[in-house]
């Protein structure tokens, strides 16, 4: 993964959490912030955040298998490796798809008539 490529990627993140702290009424105030706050149990904002959380760890634990891999770490596997390195790029994608879908749905909301 190339330098850039991981900068876009966290600022997308950083987009997704400050959408889920939002959406939980909670002040935006950076964009490591929420790694000190809990939401509560329930509700959306609190699934989102969890979601996020998920594909986040995904995409260190592909991070960090790769890692290991090119060290030459013989108890991890290429299979291994490029199999983690999917699901996290494909879990990034689908959470990706699920921002540009709240922001589309709340631009449409911000422009209905009172």
Avoid at 3 to 9: M, R
Avoid at 55 to 77: E, I, R, W, Y
């Amino acid at each position: 993964m190339s330098i850039s490529h991981s900068s876009a990627i966290e600022s997308v993140l950083a987009q997704m959490r400050s959408l889920a702290r939002t959406a939980a009424g909670e002040a935006v105030s950076g964009p490591r912030a929420e790694s000190s706050r809990t939401v509560d149990a329930g509700g959306f904002a609190a699934e989102l955040q969890r979601s996020l959380e998920r594909v986040s760890t995904m995409q260190n634990t592909a991070t960090q298998g790769a890692k290991a891999f090119s060290l030459g770490d013989p108890d991890v596997s290429l299979n291994d490796v490029m199999i983690d390195m999917q699901k996290a790029g494909i879990a990034f994608q689908a959470s990706v798809q699920v921002r540009n879908r709240l922001v589309a749905a709340y631009q449409e909301i911000a422009s209905m008539p009172l």
